[in-house]
């Protein structure tokens, strides 16, 4: 790899970040018109199949293209170029066989599990429909692990460029097909409105094969040059069964790990619909939050929690190298930098998001149960911070090898979700699913922070401190438009009204933020930048 593409961590994390980002902005705009065709109510069956697809692709797509990802990180820092290409080899083959025998499996068990997660106060055809959708979804179980694979091997490249970009293009295919596909069965067709969900879900497939076939043809020169490199070496790669081992090793407990990760969806699609109508909630009240907060406020959330997804998948080269190398001073200074940028960019956007809940909502989703939406939107954003930081810290533990206790610290969150759902939920309603979230995340994060100290010797006490400067400088930034919109409160008439205010208000939030962290030195000392540095990337923005 030529010097201009090796990249540090948090370029590379970041570039990764902004890919998601562009490619979850995108996700935002199929989830309007996705509303307007199928009708909220409809939203709760995409949102229970959604999180079988999450599930099933953290299966099938989770384990082995990171294990892709980070021996390849491992044997191309090594100069082992065979080997990298046989890791892809055999990593490609294993996750194609296993993506067939998971969607079997699922196919077999699809009609039973419908029925049971829709329980017993379901009609036959909501039962039905689920079932329906779950067929369509073996599509992407399919198709979609297979690019999760090829990303791994550019992640492991440090090509978060290729890895980053791939994301957006999946994501403009599948919206593209959203609504296109939807549009032509329910606006033009006049089918029902479910089938405006049946197009969604088929869209995930469709959107991967597409991209497969664009990646296969764009990353010609960047495979034609490993394939020089590993024609120079001297010596032949490793053994294919020991390889083969290392890669199964490596990747199933990070499925195991990417399983108990789900534990807040899993419970809450499973066992929400058939709980909640017994301690009092009406069936169709159920159906109608589980669909505003699993789809309406996951999308909007999903943006801020890019940064998981991006530091996530850029941290694992750089950390594999750093343990590697038995640098240990280095690797605790990358930690310092993932949790001090995580935080930077994530807290003041929360907030801003709990301040402007309603504002938000209504953009987004009109009037429609906007009261019920935007409580459940502002609640959401408790779990939003905590659903950030846990996974990051979950892909931090297993690759730097502690991946049992990774495990055993994701049973014990996902035992405390079960248990603690049933009765949040009797006591609180829905609100019961997002606190027994909360503390299912807090476990995760708490019991990480305790291994890294022990093991590492690494110290949170420079990132508590920015945290705190963090949360004051985000508290002040937001405190002007606090009190104007207390004594002039934003339009819920007109959404284009309401977007234009909103924004006037983002804008000066986001200028008074960056101006006070500059002042308390927030992103100097984060992005080691000087003064001077900051005012040329600002006249560079200007100009």
């Known amino acids: ?15 990764g970040s902004f890919g998601i980002f562009l490619s979850k902005a995108l996700g935002l705009f199929y989830v309007v018109p996705l509303n307007q065709l199928a009708g909220e109510t409809n939203m709760a069956f995409y949102s229970i199949t959604y999180s079988y697809y999450d599930l099933l692709l953290k299966i099938c797509g989770a384990g082995i293209p990171f294990a892709i ?31 067939f025998i ?5 196919l077999l068990v699809a009609h039973p599990l419908a029925t049971s997660t829709m329980g017993s106060q379901a009609s036959i055809e909501d039962i039905e429909t689920l079932y329906n ?35 957006v293009l999946e994501q403009f295919f599948r919206v593209g097909g959203i609504v296109a596909l939807g549009y032509f069965f329910v606006g033009f067709m006049h089918f029902d409105g479910k089938w405006a969900i049946y197009m969604a879900m088929l869209s995930a497939g469709l959107a991967a094969i597409i991209t497969i076939i664009y990646m296969l043809i764009m990353t010609r020169n960047e495979n034609q040059e490993v394939a020089m490199l590993a024609k120079g070496q001297g010596s032949g790669p490793r053994n294919a069964k020991e390889v083969f081992i290392e890669l199964i090793s490596l990747g199933i407990p990070y499925v195991i790990i990417s399983f108990l990760g789900t534990s807040s969806s899993i419970v809450n699609s499973n066992f929400f619909m058939s709980y909640a109508p017994s301690v009092g909630v009406n069936y169709d009240d159920a159906l109608l939050v589980l669909g505003i907060l699993q789809v309406n406020c996951n999308k909007i959330a999903a943006i801020p929690q890019v940064l998981t997804l991006g530091f996530s998948a850029g941290l694992v080269p750089y950390l594999t190298e750093s343990l590697e190398k038995q640098d240990f001073i280095n690797l605790k200074k990358q930690l310092t930098e993932i949790f001090d940028t995580v935080f930077y960019f994530l807290i003041p956007v929360v907030f801003g998001f709990i301040l402007f809940a309603k504002a938000i909502y209504f953009i987004m989703y009109g009037n429609a149960n906007l009261e019920l939406g935007a409580e459940v939107f502002a609640f959401s954003n408790i779990q939003t911070i905590t659903d950030t930081v846990a996974p990051i810290l979950s892909s931090i533990l297993i690759t730097l090898r502690q991946r049992k206790n990774a495990i055993i610290i994701l049973a014990l969150s996902f035992v405390l ?25 807090l476990l995760v994060i708490i019991m990480s922070f305790i291994l890294l100290r022990r093991n590492y010797a690494f110290s949170l006490k420079t990132s508590a401190k920015r945290l ?6 985000s508290a002040l930034a937001l405190l002007p438009s606090a009190l104007i919109n207390s004594l002039w409160p934003l339009n819920y008439e ?31 000392s ?3 930048l000087k003064g001077k540095d900051i005012l040329k990337l600002f006249s560079r923005f200007k100009g």
């Open 468 to 473: 705190l400067m963090i949360v004051l400088a």
């Open 417 to 441: 979700k079960f248990v603690s759902f049933f009765p949040l939920v009797a006591i609180s309603g829905y609100k019961g699913m997002i606190f027994s979230s909360v503390l299912c995340s």
């Open 69 to 99: 990802a980070a021996l390849v990180a491992k044997y191309y820092s090594r100069g082992d170029y065979k080997t990298v290409l046989l890791v892809r080899k055999l990593g490609t083959s294993f996750i194609m066989a296993s993506s």
């Open 494 to 524: 007109s959404r284009f009204i309401c977007l234009f205010f909103l924004a006037l208000h983002a804008i000066v939030s986001a200028g008074l933020y960056l101006l006070i962290s500059y002042i308390f030195y927030l992103p100097q």
């Open 1 to 15: 790899m030529s010097n201009k593409r090796k990249q540090s961590l948090l370029v590379g994390a970041l570039a």
């Open 133 to 167: 959708l779950f067929r369509i979804l073996l599509v992407a179980i399919i198709f979609v692990p297979l690019l999760s694979s090829i990303r791994g091997y550019y992640q492991g490249l440090k090509r978060m460029d290729i890895y980053a970009s791939s994301q």
């Open 102 to 106: 998971i969607a079997l499996l699922f």
């Open 526 to 528: 984060i992005f080691h």
